[in-house]
């Protein structure tokens, strides 16, 4: 059965389940899953997890992701981006260097309020589900990182394209309407491509034509995904035995740290963390 991450450039107008159920059917494995959600009318790059590698989602979710947007100024909708309704609309007074400026206000540890247009739950109840009722409920301002926030050029007099490294759980569309909002003028996300996301990038995606094409030669190793951390081949049978059967292994000469630990034969069994000479499995890869 296929194991492995594939890198999707997912299309325009396909939400991220869609190209996870279409995967399915390409592959035949119904163990698939994706490292970050992107909204349908964004593009780019797409983690997505196939068979044992599934259980690297959790891992993936977390890590800093990175964006080109654009920026429309001058304009406000309910979604914050330009297939919503339009609620306001302003004349842009800002040029070049005053956008160039109000980025710096947006770099950092900030706190973003989600849209209502989103997956957020507020007492069990969905924002988005809210939202489509003609609701809105206050929303509690959440903790995210903008790790670099870039000009990269003026497309247009209102429009602008910005380069964006950020954390989990920042919302693109959120950062543009909050920077038109800070100009004066009101601002909406007009496109959005992701560049990066799980340590992946662009030049490693493929397109589902290109998968439906070349299928399961695509997959890259799951162990690739944790290649940022050393590797710890066991030594002995029993040694591997106990992994396997989820047992902690005892190494004296270990340093502490996390490891991706190998059997003998080189597979990829799991990560462990080892601490006082003694390796604990933190996820396991192996197995049915």
Known sequence: MPNG???????????????????????????IGHGGTLDPMATGVLPVFVGQATRAVEFAERGKKEYVAGLRLGLSTDTQDITGTVVSQAPVTAGHAEVTDMLSRFSGD????????????????????????????????????????????????????LR????????IRTLCHDIGAALGCGGTLSSLRRTMAA????????????????????????DLYFSGYPAYHLSSPRGE????????????????????????????????????????????????
């Open 5 to 31: 991450i594939l890198i999707i450039d997912k299309p325009a107008g396909w939400t991220s389940m869609d190209v996870c159920a279409k995967l399915r059917g390409i592959l035949k494995e119904k163990r």
């Open 110 to 161: 900030l706190e973003q309020i989600p849209p209502m247009y989103s997956a957020v739950k507020i007492n069990g109840q969905k924002l988005y589900d809210l939202a489509r009722k003609g609701k809105e409920v206050a929303r509690k301002p959440r903790p995210i990182t903008i790790y670099e926030l870039e000009l990269l050029e003026q497309t247009g007099p209102a429009d602008y394209l």
């Open 164 to 171: 964006c490294v950020c954390s989990k759980g920042t919302y």
């Open 199 to 222: 340590g992946f990038t662009l030049e490693q995606a493929a397109t589902l034509e290109q998968v439906q094409e070349q299928g399961q030669s695509l997959l890259l190793p799951t």
């Open 241 to 288: 035995t106990r992994c396997r059967n989820g047992n902690p292994v005892e190494d004296p000469a270990c340093p502490d740290g996390t490891y991706r630990v190998y059997g003998q034969n080189g597979e990829f069994l799991c990560l462990s963390r080892a601490e006082n000479g003694v390796l604990t499995s933190i996820k396991n890869f192996f197995g049915a």
